[in-house]
């Protein structure tokens, strides 16, 4: 609960509807309390008094009730009735949903094309009709409100539950013997809860808005009771002469449903584990930069991708995660180099800084460079940057299925990569892209050419992601653990591609894993990476062989050796550092058995030539 509300209060928006809200709630709370005239008592001699005049503070109406009585009497009938049907529409229409998508086939066709049916008829006049067939009054309307919104929640629901409905602890459920009744009210109801609390935060303000619509025409609360619509509808005709009676409760309206919007915005933000970043805009289409200073033009060099100190970080709130922490690295033509470490470490957020990939916001990157054939990128224009991507740098990510669309065949994506940075025909990019397939070893390529994703086994859609890859001849392939989700057969294979395209094309290749042996297989050089700085780098060779930090030689340890006897294997004590709380001097100073009060004090530089090591104290035999 307590982190419930530390996300809730994050935004700001989100407080200040809870506050309006609140505010409201308080005063209709204590209205049975307050001094106030009967809201039905007429007097037709103070007919449409102005505010603030003979002791009215909002003015009478038509009939000469108080104003300010019947707005706060009407305000807590129309809350009542909206969140009443909130509670039935959301009740009745998850427990459809449920049942359709859990139990499947033949009663989720009967019920969910019920549904349909209810949902091709505007929800107004289907409201107006359920009120007419039952007859005016403010239950009734209740009644209707709720009916036409039970097939939003149901279908909300249902395409939740249909998503869990199989999956491994559902089925290890009915195994155990669980009954239908008790699986769905302890393994599927849980999981569908979030989202009708959602739904019912964001729509509550919706059905206040429809019952008042019905009050408005006549067809809710009758004379003389009184809620926010029925008083909007009384002063209609007065709107020129006495605008005050109208402007009154819609300002109610306005409020109420603009504080349950924001407040339910902010609920669905705090519920929702995939929203949780606190960022409420959608992120930019290149990574925010913010630099204190344009690093100098970089001389002469050989490397056709070079990172000089990159620095991003992630901004929420008031917490500040360093995830790159200054990184310098610089890749060769033909070079696969190898970016090793812990998960948490920075590799990633390294790589989709390159082309300014990281999510803005709350992604900044706030100092360096990063050079591709000796020009900068770093705040480069869109225009370039969208020019680049793809065509002279590619990205391998560690899972094809979601990195391919999956309601278009592989062939379709495959021309498109071509024809968004090349003007040619439809039939030569469709040749060129059989041509790929053929490339990447992908048997009877014309034909797999019209298969969708996941008509094909995870080797075959890691190729076609490295086919998309190539698909511009590009200078710089960034592979982001491309062999995670692999069998050990298919990682060979995948590795030995790899490699062959790389010495018959002159791609270089920056190659992200946790795989030592991954490394030793395809890489020339290696940098190993930690809370977001590289602490050891050198050739493949040299690293595998006599690594001189301390952390290197702790990660090397933990590698299983097979066919080598018995081997006790090593684990690291501890956990990383959590990026926004790094301790002072090294990173990896609470977990090294070799750590002096100097390393956690002292700011330690990365130093060497060709072989570079960020420790004061590197291990004997290569220091």
């Not at 996300?7 to 609140?22: E, K, Q, S, W």
């Not at 001699?45 to 003015?59: E, M, Q, V």
């Not at 519920?271 to 805009?281: E, F, I, K, Q, V």
């Not at 800084?353 to 990157?365: E, F, N, T, Y």
Request: charged share 20%; aromatic share 4%; proline share 6%.
């Amino acid at each position: 609960m307590s982190t419930f509300i530390k996300l809730l209060a994050r935004n700001r928006l989100a407080i200040f509807g809870a506050a309006v809200l609140g505010v409201i709630i308080l005063l209709i709370v204590v209205t049975p309390l307050l001094p106030l005239p009967d809201p039905d008592a007429t007097a037709t001699a103070d007919r449409f008094k102005r505010p603030f005049s003979d002791g009215f503070i909002l003015g009478t109406d038509h009939l000469g009730r108080d104003l300010l009585s019947r707005l706060l009497w009407g305000t807590q009938l129309s809350l009542a009735v909206g969140l009443a049907a909130a509670l039935i529409a959301g009740t009745v229409g998850a427990a459809i949903g449920i049942v359709a998508g859990y139990f499947g086939g033949r009663i989720d066709n009967v019920i969910m094309r019920a549904i349909d049916m209810l949902m091709a008829f505007p929800y107004i006049l289907l409201a107006l009709a359920i009120v007419a067939a039952l007859g005016p009054g403010l239950l009734n309307a209740l009644y209707a409100v709720a009916a036409v919104n039970i097939p939003f929640f149901a279908r909300n629901v249902r395409g939740v539950t249909v998503s869990i409905a199989h999956k491994e602890f559902v089925d290890a459920a009915r195994l155990s013997g669980m009954g239908h009744i008790r699986i769905l009210t302890t393994e599927i109801l849980p999981n569908v809860l979030p989202v009708v609390i959602i739904a019912m935060s964001t729509t509550i303000g919706w059905m206040i808005l429809e019952t008042a619509g019905l009050s408005f025409l006549g067809l809710g609360s009758q004379p003389p009771q009184a809620d926010l619509g029925s008083m909007l509808g009384e002063a209609r005709a007065a709107l020129i002469t006495a605008p005050h009676t109208s402007i009154v409760p819609g300002m109610m309206i306005l409020l109420i449903v603009m504080s349950v919007n924001l407040l339910g915005d902010g609920v669905r933000d705090a519920l929702d584990p995939r929203l949780r970043s606190g960022a409420l805009s959608r992120p930019m289409a290149a990574t925010l930069v913010r630099r204190d200073e344009t690093p100098p033009e970089e001389a002469e060099t050989e490397a056709v991708l070079s990172l000089e100190n990159l620095q991003t970080r992630f901004e929420v709130g008031s917490r500040i995660y360093r995830a790159v922490g200054g990184v310098s690295l610089a890749i060769n033509p033909g070079e696969c180099v190898g970016l090793i470490g812990e998960s948490g470490s920075g590799k990633s957020v390294t790589a989709l800084s390159v082309m300014g990939l990281v999510a803005s916001p709350p992604g900044i990157i706030t100092g360096g460079a990063v050079r591709l054939n000796g020009q900068d990128l770093i705040g480069a224009p869109y225009r370039r940057l969208r020019a680049l991507r793809g065509d002279r740098v590619a990205y391998i990510f560690q899972d094809p299925l979601s990195t391919l669309h999956p309601l278009y065949r592989v062939g379709d994506q495959l021309t498109e990569a071509i024809r968004v940075h090349h003007r040619i025909s439809r039939d030569a990019a469709h040749e060129r892209a059989v041509k790929l397939l053929e490339d990447v070893r992908i048997p009877n390529a014309r034909a797999r050419i019209r298969s969708y994703p996941h008509e094909l086994s995870g080797g075959m859609r890691q190729r076609v992601a490295i086919a998309m890859a190539l698909a511009n001849e590009p200078e710089v392939i960034i592979a982001d653990e491309p062999t995670t989700a692999l069998d050990v057969t298919v990682q060979a294979q995948i590795l030995k591609l790899l490699d062959d395209l790389r010495r018959d094309r002159g791609v270089s290749i920056l190659f992200i894993t946790h795989d030592f042996g991954v490394v030793g297989q395809l890489c020339d050089r290696v940098a190993v990476m930690y809370a977001g700085r590289i602490v050891e780098e050198g050739t493949t060779a040299e690293v595998l062989d006599a690594p001189a930090h301390p952390y290197t030689k702790r990660l090397i340890a933990c590698v299983p050796e097979l066919g080598a006897g018995r081997r006790e294997l090593h684990a690291i004590p501890g956990l990383p550092p959590a990026v926004d709380q790094l301790p002072h001097g090294c990173a990896f100073a609470p977990r090294c058995h070799k750590a002096t009060g100097l390393c956690a004090t002292s700011e330690i530089e990365l130093t060497g030539t060709g072989r570079k090591v960020r420790c004061i104290l590197p291990e004997e035999d290569v220091a």
